[in-house]
């Protein structure tokens, strides 16, 4: 079972539509979590961390379920900059605090 | 720009030869990690450097692989006897060690092996 697994899509979906992607890892022990945005040939740039009680940005959405290992990213409202790439990013405990990357979820918001 | 940076942004070379990549960090984070990514694959974890101990290499970090951060700031990763497997885009990013570390990335080399 791969560390951090997530659905590559594409997703494909009108302007103004509410979308979900979810993200499930295998480490019970991660201790940190995180959504990520890549645009094509750029570098990955932080969406927002991924807080137990869950958090919101504007249209956006984080969920975190430790029970069932997997954490969920909500657009509201899409528009068309948000296509890009979502990842997920978890991070592990211990001194070296692991950073592990999902493959990514592309997304394709259609005018 | 204060963000992390990268040098040079795209790199040619024919197989058996040897690259080498710069990363700057952001001044005042202590953290810095070097990933590979390639298409379709989110960035692959390949070392990290807290100050200037290298702390964790993965195992896809081969001998030809090497990266120093001799004095804690910018650090460079060389890669020898290129392969074209060794095809990816090479990013770097940094953190400040602490609660809610979260880590800023590179605009990455892109790297192309004849």
């Known amino acids: 079972r791969k560390e951090v697994e997530q659905d590559p899509g594409p997703f494909n979906v009108p302007e103004g539509a509410t979308v979900a992607f979810n993200c499930t890892y295998s480490?019970?022990?991660?201790?940190?979590f995180f959504w990520y945005r890549q645009d094509c040939r750029k570098e990955p740039k932080l969406l927002m961390s991924?807080?137990?009680s869950g958090n919101e940005d504007g249209r956006f959405t984080a969920q975190l379920n430790r029970a069932s290992q997997y954490i969920s990213l909500l657009i509201r409202d899409s528009k068309l900059s948000d296509s890009a790439t979502y990842l997920c990013v978890v991070k592990g405990s211990g001194g070296y605090q692991k950073v592990t990357f999902g493959t990514g979820t592309k997304l394709q918001v259609i005018p | 720009d204060t963000g992390v940076s990268q040098n040079p942004r795209h790199k040619i070379t024919k197989r058996g030869q040897n690259v080498t990549f710069r990363c700057d960090p952001i001044s005042e984070h202590n953290r810095l990690y070097w990933y590979r990514q390639t298409l379709g694959q989110g960035p692959e974890f390949l070392t990290y450097f807290q100050n200037e101990a290298q702390l964790e290499k993965s195992r896809l970090l081969s001998d030809r692989f090497s990266a120093e951060r001799p004095k804690g700031s910018f650090s460079t990763l060389e890669i020898q006897r290129t392969e074209q497997g060794d095809s990816a885009m090479y990013l770097c990013?940094?953190?400040?060690?602490?609660?809610?570390?979260?880590?800023?990335f590179g605009p990455g080399t892109r790297l192309l092996v004849l």
């Open positions: 990013a940094s953190s400040l060690e602490g609660l809610g570390e979260t880590q800023y």
């Open positions: 480490n019970s022990a991660s201790q940190s």
């Open positions: 991924v807080y137990s």
